[in-house]
């Protein structure tokens, strides 16, 4: 850090000390994790991880995105609802519209006004759920995307770790680093350091 413009002696220890610091703690927080990460993470990477945090931007973008994928997840979820409360909607009208249709119904067209009443109930549970398999399928898709923003985001903040993949061992290997980060901003909140 010396010989940087702007950069003093006291500034340099202060941020040595401070990697120090967030190293150590990291190594801490590390043997919660199960022992296949464990071994993953190399001193170089967690001595890496550290210095991306030392002046707190890290812990900003993590809870930036942390809140866009709260509020990701919470609208996913009303339009799912949403949906639910349309298709309850349309057995229930279809549910009444075939009583009324029973009640002024003839006795010897009751056979046939049943077989079509069912045809018809069969009929919208077949569309309700492909619209609810289509729905799912848009959700995923959007979460998908979510994760691959946040891969981005993370990456190119320097953040150890942090690229575009969906190999699922690296994907956890991803989230784990992300608690890590999380329970150490969560730490120094508490302490009063941040």
Same mark, same amino acid.
């Given at each position: 850090m010396d010989g940087y413009p702007g950069v003093t002696g006291a500034d340099s220890t202060n941020q040595q000390e401070r990697h120090y610091y967030l190293l150590s703690e990291l190594q801490t927080l590390v043997k919660d994790l199960p022992s296949s990460f464990q071994q993953r993470l190399s001193y170089n990477t967690l001595s890496d991880l550290a210095l991306a945090l030392i002046d707190g931007t890290v812990y900003e973008?993590?809870?930036? !995105?942390?809140?866009?994928? %709260?509020?990701?997840?919470?609208?996913?979820? +009303? &339009?799912?609802?949403? @949906?639910?409360?349309?298709?309850?909607?349309?057995?229930?009208?279809?549910?009444?519209?075939?009583?009324?249709?029973? !009640?002024?119904?003839?006795? %010897?067209?009751?056979?046939?006004?049943?077989? +079509? &009443?069912?045809?018809? @109930?069969?009929?919208?549970?077949?569309?309700?759920?492909?619209?609810?398999?289509?729905?799912?399928?848009?959700?995923?898709?959007?979460?998908?995307?979510?994760?691959?923003?946040?891969?981005?985001?993370?990456e190119k903040a320097g953040v150890p770790g942090f690229y575009i993949t969906t190999n699922p061992q690296e994907l956890t290997m991803q989230m784990n680093l992300l608690e890590l980060i999380l329970k150490l901003q969560q730490k120094e909140s508490q302490s009063g350091i941040l």
């Open positions: 973008i993590v809870q930036g !995105l942390l809140d866009i994928q %709260h509020l990701t997840e919470k609208n996913l979820y +009303n &339009q799912r609802q949403k @949906l639910n409360g349309e298709h309850q909607a349309l057995k229930q009208e279809l549910v009444r519209k075939h009583k009324d249709a029973v !009640l002024s119904c003839k006795s %010897h067209n009751l056979g046939l006004l049943k077989s +079509n &009443q069912q045809t018809e @109930l069969e009929t919208l549970d077949i569309r309700v759920r492909e619209e609810q398999r289509m729905m799912d399928k848009k959700i995923v898709a959007e979460m998908d995307q979510k994760v691959i923003d946040q891969q981005n985001t993370l």
